[in-house]
């Protein structure tokens, strides 16, 4: 069989183009061990109320028993949607979502002042309880899930410290957010409802593995942002402003996506120069679903740039715009076993770039791989930290609430993470399990909220 001389060309500069990619975003052990060290050095700082990119939140919010009785609304608000659930905790660990809506948050919403939010969040409120047929003598309690970095004062206060995940409200430092939201249910003579507890969701996740499993210790996201919490010891938290905290186990959330001693590539930077918050939120810009499908779109790009893909059809430039390329066409691509890849020819179609060739298509799929291999070893070496945390010795089973889109529909993220654990941490990985706890910003929020009214 002959070959054409430019097709040998551009097998052996892909050959090393894929190598370079390998190379600049493989992490090794070594790497990982250091960043795990890295990490568990900021967890300790951030408790102490040392400068740290971990802020390492009090919550207020303690474990379950499993017997928490009664109906709640949850609230969950996290980025791309408001969920608003009428839960019913049945005790004996049982948990019934009675009803459940769901609303697009809109980019407007997420622009200008924080009381055009909160009036969209308390009229999408009012909606549901006429389809619930709440009548406005029923009293009932809110769990509110705000899945943003917040300080909070008590298990109902908490001061917003910045907003993450490209929401761009003028006001920023010091919004109450309980506050604001009582004030928008005010407005629209929602008086019978009263928001009981305000937590992360992390904090969701976790309490509702840990309303049935008694192993549960930390909870974590990996959605389209990324963040942890775990239980950990009052007399650890020696920050300044925190005082009188009861001796039962104490649930820090992280704010994990804030750390940021990583080794970023020139693609990663490209990211964080186009985002609304330069310097900030590095891990989840080089982990979560709103980033992972960017870092792979600027990679792409570069690919065409160099015409490693479209050879054929240089002047397509799709991947150009922010935003073409998501993590979900990430999860299709990289699940796409087909012989001709399919699915990342359909991918390709819809994002309305020009038509490959095979080997274009294949060095597609081994970019996004080695992209999303990245981001689980991140997270391995992160999580491997939290439980060095709570555990030195690994005398105990520890179980991780994981909750998020991108865990429950990449195709080998978990099985990734796993495997760079067991690298890690030998034999002591089994005592590792990580358990997909769908809902658990809604479940959750009914749970915190019946611990704070119990
Ligand atoms: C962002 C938020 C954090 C949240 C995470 C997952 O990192 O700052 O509070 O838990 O996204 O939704």
Same mark, same amino acid.
């Given at each position: 069989?002959?070959?054409?001389?430019?097709?040998?060309?551009? =097998? @052996?500069?892909?050959?090393?183009?894929?190598? +370079?990619?390998?190379?600049?975003?493989?992490?090794?052990?070594?790497?990982?061990?250091?960043?795990?060290?890295?990490?568990?050095?900021?967890?300790? =700082?951030?408790?102490?109320?040392?400068?740290?990119?971990?802020?390492? *939140?009090?919550? +207020?919010?303690?474990?379950?028993?499993?017997?928490?009785?009664?109906?709640?609304?949850?609230?969950?608000?996290?980025?791309?949607?408001?969920? /608003?659930?009428?839960?019913?905790?049945?005790?004996?660990?049982?948990? !019934?979502?009675?009803?459940?809506?769901?609303?697009?948050?809109?980019?407007? &919403?997420?622009?200008?002042?924080?009381?055009?939010?909160?009036?969209? $969040?308390? !009229? #999408?409120?009012?909606?549901?309880?006429?389809?619930?047929?709440?009548?406005?003598?029923?009293?009932?309690?809110?769990?509110?899930?705000? #899945?943003?970095?917040?300080?909070?004062?008590?298990?109902? =206060?908490?001061?917003?410290?910045?907003?993450?995940?490209?929401?761009?409200?003028?006001?920023?430092?010091?919004?109450?957010?309980?506050?604001?939201?009582?004030?928008?249910?005010?407005?629209?003579? *929602? &008086?019978?409802?009263?928001?009981?507890?305000?937590?992360?969701?992390? @904090?969701?996740?976790? @309490?509702?593995?840990?309303? #049935?499993?008694?192993?549960?210790?930390?909870?974590?996201?990996?959605?389209?942002?990324?963040?942890?919490?775990?239980?950990?010891?009052? %007399?650890?938290?020696?920050?300044?402003?925190?005082?009188?905290?009861?001796?039962?186990?104490?649930?820090?959330? $992280?704010?994990?996506?804030?750390?940021?001693?990583?080794?970023?590539?020139?693609?990663?930077?490209?990211?964080?120069?186009? %985002?609304?918050?330069?310097?900030?939120?590095?891990?989840?810009?080089?982990?979560?679903?709103?980033?992972?499908?960017?870092?792979?779109?600027?990679?792409?790009?570069?690919?065409?740039?160099?015409?490693?893909?479209?050879?054929?059809?240089?002047?397509?430039?799709?991947?150009?715009?922010?935003?073409?390329?998501?993590?979900?066409?990430?999860?299709?691509?990289?699940?796409?076993?087909?012989?001709? *890849?399919?699915?990342?020819?359909?991918?390709?179609?819809?994002?309305?770039?020009?038509?490959?060739?095979?080997?274009?298509?294949?060095?597609?799929?081994?970019?996004?791989?080695?992209?999303?291999?990245?981001?689980?070893?991140?997270?391995?070496?992160?999580?491997?930290?939290?439980?060095?945390?709570?555990?030195?010795?690994?005398?105990?089973?520890? @179980?991780?609430?994981?909750?998020? #889109? *991108?865990?429950?529909? &990449?195709?080998?993220?978990?099985? &990734?993470?796993?495997?760079?654990?067991?690298?890690?941490?030998?034999?002591?990985?089994?005592? /590792?399990?990580?358990?997909?706890?769908?809902?658990?910003?809604?479940?959750?929020?009914?749970?915190?909220?019946?611990?704070?009214?119990?």
């Amino acid at each position: 069989m002959s070959i054409k001389v430019s097709d040998f060309l551009y =097998r @052996v500069s892909n050959t090393y183009f894929i190598q +370079y990619l390998q190379e600049i975003f493989d992490i090794d052990l070594d790497e990982m061990r250091e960043i795990q060290k890295d990490f568990l050095s900021q967890m300790k =700082r951030g408790l102490q109320g040392k400068e740290s990119p971990l802020k390492m *939140l009090v919550t +207020y919010a303690h474990m379950p028993d499993g017997n928490e009785r009664g109906s709640f609304i949850a609230l969950d608000l996290g980025g791309t949607n408001l969920r /608003i659930l009428l839960v019913e905790l049945q005790g004996a660990g049982k948990v !019934r979502m009675v009803k459940e809506k769901r609303v697009t948050i809109h980019k407007r &919403h997420t622009r200008g002042k924080a009381a055009k939010l909160f009036g969209f $969040i308390a !009229r #999408s409120i009012e909606d549901f309880m006429r389809e619930c047929r709440i009548k406005p003598y029923m009293k009932i309690n809110i769990g509110f899930t705000f #899945s943003f970095p917040v300080k909070q004062l008590a298990i109902n =206060r908490g001061k917003l410290m910045h907003w993450t995940k490209d929401f761009a409200i003028t006001e920023e430092e010091g919004l109450d957010v309980v506050e604001l939201l009582n004030c928008a249910l005010t407005k629209r003579n *929602l &008086h019978n409802l009263k928001v009981a507890a305000l937590l992360n969701d992390t @904090v969701g996740t976790l @309490v509702t593995r840990g309303y #049935s499993e008694h192993d549960c210790d930390a909870g974590m996201i990996l959605g389209t942002g990324t963040n942890a919490c775990y239980i950990e010891k009052p %007399s650890n938290i020696t920050k300044a402003h925190i005082k009188g905290l009861k001796k039962k186990g104490m649930i820090v959330n $992280i704010e994990w996506g804030n750390f940021d001693k990583l080794r970023l590539t020139e693609y990663d930077r490209a990211i964080d120069k186009e %985002s609304g918050n330069i310097g900030m939120q590095l891990l989840e810009k080089t982990v979560s679903g709103k980033y992972l499908g960017e870092i792979v779109r600027v990679t792409l790009k570069d690919l065409a740039r160099r015409k490693f893909i479209f050879s054929l059809y240089p002047q397509s430039r799709p991947f150009d715009k922010p935003g073409t390329f998501n993590a979900e066409y990430l999860s299709r691509i990289e699940a796409d076993s087909s012989s001709d *890849l399919k699915q990342v020819a359909s991918v390709f179609k819809e994002i309305g770039a020009a038509p490959t060739v095979l080997a274009e298509r294949r060095l597609v799929k081994n970019t996004c791989g080695i992209i999303s291999r990245r981001a689980a070893r991140i997270i391995a070496s992160v999580l491997t930290a939290v439980i060095f945390k709570m555990d030195p010795y690994f005398l105990k089973r520890h @179980v991780v609430a994981v909750d998020g #889109s *991108l865990y429950e529909k &990449h195709p080998f993220f978990s099985a &990734h993470i796993l495997e760079a654990m067991r690298e890690l941490l030998g034999k002591r990985a089994d005592k /590792i399990t990580l358990e997909l706890t769908k809902d658990g910003s809604g479940k959750g929020a009914a749970i915190v909220a019946a611990i704070s009214t119990g």
